[in-house]
């Protein structure tokens, strides 16, 4: 296992991965957010035109589901946070856990969602 995780090709596959990944969210981000505001005839009327009722059921599944994967991202980076407390080389991720556990706590004092159950 050691030996595949240290694997220079994969790292830098995985490297490509994550930065591509972060990248096509924040795109899709902004492409639903626009959609969000432009899409269809009957806007006005709070009416949808895909037949999903009021556009704002879309919005709030989307902001559901977006805090739901902001917990895995929280989960995900304790792991990695965890790992680096074991291991004498994790300084790096220590050092960058600081800024990321405070912009978590600041998400979670202000997104009441955070309290729902996982779906």
Known sequence: MTDAANDKEAVACRSRLARFSADQFVKAGTELHLIGHLIGPDRAQGR???GHGNDETIAVSMQLLLSDLLGHVGRIWDHLC???RQNENG???LKLSR???ARFQEWKSKDRLVDLPSP
């Open 48 to 50: 949808s035109p895909f």
């Open 82 to 84: 965890g790992w680096a």
């Open 91 to 93: 300084g790096p991720i």
């Open 99 to 101: 800024d990321m556990s």
